[in-house]
């Protein structure tokens, strides 16, 4: 019969490889879980976060036409001048943080981001209304309408991006269980 120290012995070394096991499968398991945040993070959320960004910088847009409503054309072609450029750096960030399901939506808010330039640009620069009675007429019109359809594009993409994120995070719960 064996000793009673070298039993002891044994069974301590069992039970620290049996700790060493459940030590490893909690890491990995744990690890696992991290990239499945990762996955969270890096894709959806930029996109979610770009998607509201871009609602702010429409919201500046409506205030810059408020000027140009106001009679104030200078101060609306300075804002558009500063604006703009941040919308379009906001686009980009959106279409290359998002997955494939947001390309139809991208592509139409990129189409009415050209639509509502080429307008802007009409209204605050090439042909400026004379009168407030013509600004508040052609924004009804022509501005509206676009910044309207931008917002709402915006908006789906956010929500679109939304979605995915609580799916993602499901999925993620799946795995770590």
């Known amino acids: 019969m064996r000793s009673l120290r070298f039993q002891l012995l044994l069974s301590h070394l069992i039970l620290v490889l049996l700790l060493g ?3 490893s499968y909690a890491i990995a398991t744990f690890f696992k879980l991290g990239a ?19 609602e702010h910088i429409l919201s500046q847009q409506s205030d810059t036409m408020s000027f ?31 997955d494939p ?17 080429k307008v802007a640009t009409q209204i605050l620069f090439l042909h400026p209304p004379k009168t407030r009675l013509e600004a508040q007429e052609r924004f009804s ?22 979605r995915e994120i609580i799916a993602a995070n499901e999925q993620a719960k799946k795995e770590a269980h």
Do not use: C
């Not at 309408?145 to 915006?154: F, R």
């Open 21 to 23: 096991v459940v030590m």
């Open 36 to 54: 499945s945040i990762d996955r969270v993070l890096t894709g959806n959320f930029k996109a979610a976060l770009a998607g509201q960004e871009m």
């Open 68 to 98: 140009l409503l106001a009679g104030r054309l200078e101060d609306a072609r300075r804002e558009f001048n500063l604006s703009w450029p941040n919308i379009k750096v906001t686009y980009d960030s959106a279409a290359t943080a998002s």
């Open 101 to 117: 399901r947001q390309t139809l939506p991208l592509k139409k808010m990129r189409d009415q981001m050209d639509a509502y330039q």
């Open 141 to 162: 019109r022509e501005v509206r309408p676009l910044l309207q359809g931008m917002e709402e594009t915006s908006h789906a993409l956010v929500a679109i991006n939304q």
